[in-house]
C-alpha cells in the first residue's frame, strides 16, 4: 500500500514538473494620482505554488520588485506600505509632473511598462516551465479629480496627460 502512494507521488511530482505551470499573473494595476503628483500604485496578481513558496521563504519578493520598477521614476525614495502573496503597494513621490497652465494644474503621468520585467524572467532556466502574464487584466490612472483612465491586457501603457478639473 505504501508503495502505491509513493509511486502516485512521484508520477505526481513528475507530471508538475514536465508540464508548463501557470506562474506570476498580474491581475490589476491601480495607479492613484495625488495632486502633488505622488502616486499610490496598487497591484493584485495570482502566485503559483512555486512562486508562493519562494515568497514564504524571502527568495523572491513581488512588493520589492514592484518598487524597483517604479524607482526609475522617483525622486525620493519608494514606499511599500502592503506586501501580501496576492498583492502589493508602493508610494513613489512625484511620480506624475504637475504643471500650472492659464491657472489650471495639468498633470501628466509618465508611461509604464512591464516589458523589461518580462524580458528578464524570460531569461532563467527555467522559463521555459512556466508561463507569466506581465499584462495586468485592468491597469487604471485615477487622477485627483476623479478622472480614470483605463487600459486592458496592456503590458505598456503610455504617458497620460490631464487637466485637473477637466473630465
Known amino acids: 500500500m505504501k508503495k502505491s502512494y509513493l509511486v502516485i507521488g512521484c508520477l505526481f511530482v513528475l507530471a508538475l514538473l514536465v508540464m508548463p505551470a501557470q506562474a506570476f499573473t498580474m491581475k490589476s494595476l491601480t495607479i492613484t494620482l495625488a495632486q502633488n503628483g505622488n502616486a499610490d500604485i496598487d ?14 521563504f524571502k527568495i523572491a519578493d513581488p512588493a520589492a520588485e514592484l518598487k524597483s520598477a517604479f524607482e526609475g ?31 489650471r494644474t495639468r498633470m501628466e503621468s509618465p508611461s509604464v ?17 512556466i508561463s507569466p502574464d506581465f499584462s495586468p487584466s485592468t491597469t487604471t490612472i485615477i487622477f485627483p479629480d476623479g478622472y480614470r483612465k483605463i487600459w486592458y491586457d496592456q503590458i505598456s501603457i503610455p504617458s497620460v496627460s490631464h487637466q485637473i478639473g477637466q473630465n
Do not use: C
Not at 525620493?76 to 491657472?103: C, D, H, Q, R, Y
Open 113 to 129: 511598462s512591464f516589458e523589461r520585467a518580462e524580458k528578464i524572467l524570460n531569461a532563467y532556466w527555467f522559463a521555459p516551465l
Open 43 to 56: 497591484m493584485q496578481y495570482d502566485l503559483s505554488l512555486f512562486e508562493q513558496t519562494a515568497v514564504f
Open 73 to 103: 521614476h522617483a525622486e525620493k525614495p519608494v514606499m511599500v506600505t502592503k506586501a501580501t502573496s496576492s498583492s502589493s503597494s508602493v508610494i513613489v513621490p512625484s511620480f506624475a509632473s504637475v504643471t500650472l497652465e492659464n491657472g
